[in-house]
């Protein structure tokens, strides 16, 4: 599987991929985190539980992580046509 993908996949390819998916992976997540807030605060806030609250910090972490593989993306985007 990988050499097939690596033979068909440029290096700009790859990282314009990496780029689409990371943007929407940062959309999604800024999404679901705002939906599960309501949720949560809609509610009784006395009734929260410890691992309700950790669902939401991770989800803002990999929203994050997301944000950061698209920087990383469109960096080497750059570095890749300024090479050419």
């Given at each position: 599987m990988t050499a097939i993908l690596s033979d068909r996949m440029t290096a700009t390819l790859c990282y314009r991929t990496m780029l689409v998916?990371?943007?929407?992976?940062f959309c999604f997540g800024i999404g679901a985190s705002l939906t599960w807030v309501y949720v949560?605060?809609?509610?009784?806030v006395s009734n929260l539980d410890a691992r309700v609250t950790a669902i939401l910090i991770l989800m803002l972490a990999l929203t994050?992580?997301?944000?950061l593989l698209a920087r990383f993306a469109k960096k080497r985007l750059r570095a890749t046509a300024s090479a050419n």
């Open positions: 998916l990371a943007v929407l992976s949560l605060y809609s509610r009784d994050g992580a997301s944000f």
